[in-house]
């Protein structure tokens, strides 16, 4: 365990954290302050790393793959693995008297871990995460415009609305490449393949009419997850990740009950797995957002307890990745981030945007900003802003629309600010219908693709977040 001692007053210095997947909250903060740990340890396994948790002491910072300290003169120190396929680096910053003790731990196999001091923090955060996206074999096509049915349809989505709105979005001409449908489509959780009643169709029937309207058809899966009620459940619970007794591990608590996920140590589940990615790509759709994926490098009992669970990740992912096709477009979510690259063609970097500003009291009296809001979104994709070499940052949807919203035009038009800064993906979710004239111009403005944008001032706070971004210079 490299441990290094820093000379800097803690008081002066400030400490950039990256999070460990998707939802996980990531920041620029002085280093005295208090990084949060949700206060409902259910939440610890649905948006944070269950085996390195914030501490809640003050003046400790924990972060993943990446940790920086600046000093108030943009010098200081980074620390960034230069390889995350089946290692975890877990990184600490612990302010101790007049200095700094920052650890690095490694889980899984030795790797290469840069450690330096330099006179411009941002720029070497900039080429370290370059160097791992490189050595990683970064995948970074061209960013697209995608519609998405999650954040107004919510689980109540139809065949009929997503079509209803691809024919509107062609007669309105709205530059959108991908239409994809989110989750309500599958009969359960894990059962895939068949259809849910609500739903008034199957999904085998979109890709061809989606395509007949000139847009790539896209598709939501969370494919290492399986509720209890699930015939993958019922046929396979041998395939589960276990806990210590020897029984299902529940990872999670959603879609009204707990949830289960694949053991992808197991080979008949990474041949499940490839067939999945195969069959929905069989089906037309070539763009897939996977979900959930978090589940396959929890912690647990495996069936090969030989391979760590970086590797164990990497591995379901893998066989995705083979069964959808090289050729195929796939978004991580709630998604490990650097044991991701390679392997996915975007990632969200930020838990979702919800048509509110805030969840204060989720944010502030839970300590947990992995929930849904647009000022969560935000600030952790901010946060982020060096990991467009690692694959398309996703920072997730705009929000146009005023009806079914409690955003207010200065928080609409401080979003699209925002992702315009993000750069990356840009993805509506808007019912097209509800959009009048200013709406559709706003969300015509929020397909505008752009360059990430590089923070310049590191003093200047927005909404609590503490980094500025400017446009321009990078
Ligand atoms: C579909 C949604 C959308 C969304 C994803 C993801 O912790 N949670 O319980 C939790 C639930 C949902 C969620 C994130 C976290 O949203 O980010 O875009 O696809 O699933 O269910």
Redesign the pocket.
């Known amino acids: 365990m490299p441990e290094w001692t820093l000379p800097s007053s803690p008081t002066d210095l400030r400490v950039l954290v990256s999070g460990y997947q998707?939802?996980s909250e990531a920041e620029l903060r002085p280093l005295l302050d208090r990084q949060s740990v949700p206060l409902m340890p259910w939440?610890w396994q649905?948006?944070h790393d269950p085996a390195f948790l914030p501490s809640g002491e003050a003046g400790v910072w924990r972060s993943h793959t990446l940790l920086a300290l600046i000093r108030p003169d943009g010098g200081g120190w980074v620390g960034c693995a230069l390889d995350a396929a089946s290692t975890f680096t877990h990184w600490e910053a612990r302010a101790d008297g007049n200095g700094v003790r920052v650890t690095c731990t490694l889980e899984g196999p030795p790797v290469e871990v840069a450690w330096e001091e330099t006179p411009d923090v941002i720029g070497a955060v900039e080429r370290l995460s370059a160097d791992l996206g490189r050595r990683m074999n970064a995948r970074t096509p061209a960013p697209l415009r995608v519609w998405?049915s999650?954040?107004s349809y919510?689980?109540n989505v139809t065949l009929d609305a997503v079509l209803d709105n691809a024919r509107l979005a062609r007669e309105l001409d709205l530059p959108f490449d991908v239409f994809q449908l989110?989750?309500?489509f599958q009969a359960d959780l894990g059962d895939w393949l068949e259809p849910r009643l609500s739903f008034g169709g199957h999904v085998q029937d979109l890709p061809a009419r989606l395509a007949e309207l000139g847009f790539t058809p896209g598709l939501?899966l969370?494919p290492f997850l399986a509720a209890p009620t699930s015939r993958l459940f019922r046929d396979h619970p041998d395939w589960m990740l276990r806990g210590e007794d020897g029984s299902p591990l529940p990872v999670?608590?959603?879609?009204g009950g707990p949830y289960f996920t694949l053991d992808t140590t197991r080979p008949e589940v990474l041949d499940w797995l490839r067939d999945l990615a195969r069959t929905v790509r069989g089906w037309g759709f070539p763009y897939l957002?996977l979900?959930?994926l978090y589940g396959a490098a929890l912690p647990g009992v495996r069936h090969d307890p030989s391979v760590g669970r970086a590797q164990a990740y990497r591995n379901g992912l893998t066989a995705l990745r083979e069964g959808a096709g090289e050729d195929a477009f796939l978004l991580g979510?709630?998604a490990p981030l650097a044991a991701s690259i390679g392997l996915v063609d975007a990632m969200?970097t930020g838990?979702?945007v919800a048509p509110l500003w805030d969840d204060e009291s989720r944010r502030l009296w839970l300590g947990d900003a992995?929930?849904?809001s647009t000022r969560n979104a935000v600030h952790t994709s901010l946060a982020r802003w060096y990991q467009h070499a690692w694959y398309q940052p996703d920072p997730?949807v705009m929000i146009a629309r005023r009806e079914l919203s409690l955003l207010g035009h200065t928080e609409r038009h401080t979003l699209l600010g925002l992702l315009d800064t993000v750069g990356g993906l840009r993805a509506s979710s808007d019912p097209i219908e509800l959009l009048d004239g200013p709406g559709l111009e706003l969300l015509r403005a929020s397909l505008r693709l752009s360059t990430p944008e590089r923070p310049r001032t590191l003093t200047q706070s927005f909404g609590g977040t503490v980094t500025h971004f400017t446009r321009g210079t990078f």
């Open positions: 998707s939802w939440r649905q948006g998405c999650w954040y919510y689980r989110d989750d309500g939501w969370a999670g608590h959603n879609w957002k979900d959930f979510c709630g969200r838990p979702d992995s929930g849904p997730d």
